[in-house]
């Protein structure tokens, strides 16, 4: 079955650096590669999402982009805000049987520090 | 349209005894997962179930098994409970077909066991 990995577990930046989270896949069938955040005590909520046939994807301050040879998938925050510090979740999907059948990573604890 | 919802927010229970928690996912989704959500161990895949067949079962012990029903709702129940079993239980609903469906999360059932 499909595996996700998501590196780094925690990651600690300064307010107004970048972050990046990286995942990787293992099912080269995952077509659809969606980014979930948690705040703490809150339940995880989708930010940003990228398919298959598409390379990179912004949204203001969160971008993603796709390597689909490599099979890994990264979620970049520029300007880091205090905000911003929660739980991101990365996620792959694909058809199986008749069903999206959707992998979650493990998780990266981000910490902005102000 | 009502979100995920997931009875009872708060749980705590006995070494030795067992649990029953519910999720309801949105109308008209028939897929719903679960998830085991620990500090240490970050974001578990217990199961998924779709049009009330598990498609998919993690690397957890017999102790946990779930279902799910007609209307879709789910339950997951765990026997035997053990102090490791402390965690926050999400579960998650999505379509379950198509392309770039999002999977909405519950707020989750904080398990407490002493």
């Known amino acids: 079955g499909e595996n996700v990995e998501q590196h780094p577990s925690t990651l600690s930046v300064q307010e107004g650096d970048s972050a990046v989270i990286k995942c990787t896949y293992s099912d080269s069938a995952s077509n659809y590669f969606p980014w979930y955040k948690q705040e703490l005590g809150k339940r995880p909520q989708l930010i940003i999402d990228?398919?298959?046939?598409?390379g990179e994807k912004k949204d203001q301050r969160i971008a993603v982009t796709l390597n689909k040879t490599a099979k890994h998938f990264s979620l970049h925050i520029t300007e880091t805000q205090p905000e911003d510090s929660a739980v991101y979740f990365c996620?792959?999907?694909?058809?199986?049987?008749?069903?999206?059948?959707?992998?979650f990573g493990t998780g990266t604890k981000l910490q902005v520090i102000p | 349209k009502a979100g995920v919802t997931q009875t009872p927010r708060y749980l705590i229970k006995t070494r030795g005894q067992q649990v029953t928690l519910s999720c309801s996912p949105i109308?008209?989704?028939?897929?719903v997962s679960w998830y085991q959500q620990t500090p240490g161990q970050g974001l578990q895949f217990l199961f998924e179930?779709?049009?009330?067949?598990?498609?998919n079962k993690g690397n957890f012990p017999g102790r946990f098994s779930g279902r799910q029903f007609s209307n879709s709702r789910s339950e997951m129940n765990v026997s035997t409970l053990e102090l490791g079993d402390s965690a926050l239980y999400l579960c998650?609903?999505?379509?379950?077909?198509?392309?770039?469906?999002?999977?909405?999360f519950g707020q989750g059932t904080r398990l407490t066991v002493v």
């Open positions: 990228i398919r298959s046939n598409v």
């Open positions: 996620a792959a999907s694909r058809s199986s049987g008749g069903y999206q059948k959707v992998t």
């Open positions: 109308s008209g989704h028939r897929s």
């Open positions: 998650a609903s999505s379509p379950g077909t198509g392309l770039g469906t999002e999977a909405f």
């Open positions: 179930y779709f049009s009330e067949t598990q498609r």
